[in-house]
């Protein structure tokens, strides 16, 4: 409650012009906003173009954001829709362009994770969320990653919460026999 | 392929009902194996989870405002220079129809009197009389026999008849007027408005 509290007041003071406390909204944010993008698009460019195409709209659209939902919810709605967006948008090129994997391999090179053991830890998991439909991953991501309870997730998608359970349980099923395959 | 329990993803999904929930809880206690393989799942569920805490190069964070910033005051050019895009043409166009409807209008007055000298310099006599005095009754106008230097007081300036021209017009029409102050503003307006149609038409042919 608190933590809404602040943001709403953070929300005013840039409504009423202080840009200050956008910077202070992004701080508090990106790391977020950042970690939905990369686990919904598994890989590192992807995830930056994403993350700051977000802020940008976040900055743009503060002034219409009307106090109904919790910030962070609201976030949460622009950065999935975008992500989604994102992956249809990959996938359109790559029909167009005839893109193959090899190249994905090369791009994905650059990466703010340092540690190589984390590194093929992500990609492991990224694998497996790959074979996921994009909406199953979605849910998978902010039920599991993000820690959302279904009503949150519920208030981010438009989806029934009864919906929301039977796609976690499909995208679950499918992640654990993956990921138990590689182990 | 490892196979799961349907139950225990089902359970962890939240898809059991109530009563469902409760048996499977129950079952649990009394199931080692079930309860083993509960734990199984949680634990490969934990290890996916723990990629959040992958330690992440804050230099990138660090930068990733200032980027955002750059990113908008370049956005805000292209926004500024977008609304620039529709507001130059449009005062372009405002200013062009604005000069094209002025020099139309300068052209007009131009022509019009350029066509009215023409037909002050081309009134035909009888024409005018047969055509047009007789269509006047001058009800306002007292007949006098008096000098007539008055009448060319209130021809309008732009006519440029002479006073003998006016004073044959007159004539013609066998009429004297007194106090020809009198003939109203409308009169005078029509008696000048027919004039000038009869000679145009005749200097357009």
Excluded: C
């Amino acid at each position: 409650m608190m933590e809404k509290e602040n943001d709403f007041e953070l929300v005013e003071k840039f409504v009423s012009g202080d840009e200050t406390a956008f910077n202070l909204l992004v701080r508090k944010y990106q790391k977020k906003i950042y970690w939905h993008a990369r686990q919904m698009l598994g890989d590192h460019l992807d995830a930056d173009e994403v993350t700051q195409e977000v802020l940008i709209v976040l900055y743009n659209k503060l002034k219409t954001f009307s106090y109904k939902s919790s910030l962070y919810t609201w976030i949460y709605k622009i950065v999935t829709t975008r992500s989604l967006n994102h992956i249809r948008k990959k996938k359109l090129k790559k029909l167009i362009t005839f893109e193959n994997d090899d190249e994905k391999e090369f791009v994905s090179h650059q990466d703010i994770i340092e540690d190589i053991t984390n590194r093929e830890k992500i990609d492991m998991v990224n694998k497996a969320l790959d074979k996921l439909p994009p909406k199953q991953r979605q849910i998978f991501v902010l039920r599991n990653f993000d820690q959302l309870t279904y009503e949150e997730i519920s208030e981010i998608t438009g989806k029934s919460v009864g919906g929301l359970k039977a796609n976690y349980f499909h995208a679950l099923k499918k992640v654990m026999e993956l990921v138990n395959e590689k182990i | 392929m490892k196979k799961y329990d349907d139950e225990i993803l089902k359970y962890l999904s939240g898809l059991m009902s109530p009563g469902e929930k409760n048996n499977f809880e129950e079952k649990l206690l009394n199931d080692p194996s079930l309860k083993e393989e509960l734990e199984k799942v949680n634990s490969t569920l934990a290890n996916i989870n723990s990629i959040k805490d992958i330690e992440l190069n804050e230099i990138y964070f660090n930068n990733l405002l200032p980027k955002v910033r750059n990113n908008l005051a370049g956005y805000k050019r292209r926004k500024l220079l977008k609304e620039y895009a529709l507001i130059v043409p449009a005062v372009i166009i405002i200013l062009f129809t604005s000069y094209t409807i002025f020099m139309d209008l300068k052209s007009e007055i131009d022509y019009s009197t350029s066509i009215a000298g023409e037909v002050v310099n081309n009134i035909d006599d009888d024409e005018l009389a047969n055509n047009l005095l007789n269509d006047y009754s001058f009800e306002s106008v007292i007949p006098y026999q008096s000098s007539r230097n008055n009448l060319d007081i209130y021809i309008p300036e732009n006519l440029n008849l002479s006073l003998s021209n006016v004073s044959h017009y007159v004539d013609f029409a066998k009429i004297d007027y007194s106090q020809v102050e009198n003939i109203s503003g409308p009169e005078l307006e029509r008696l000048y408005n027919n004039l000038s149609m009869i000679n145009f038409e005749k200097v357009s042919k």
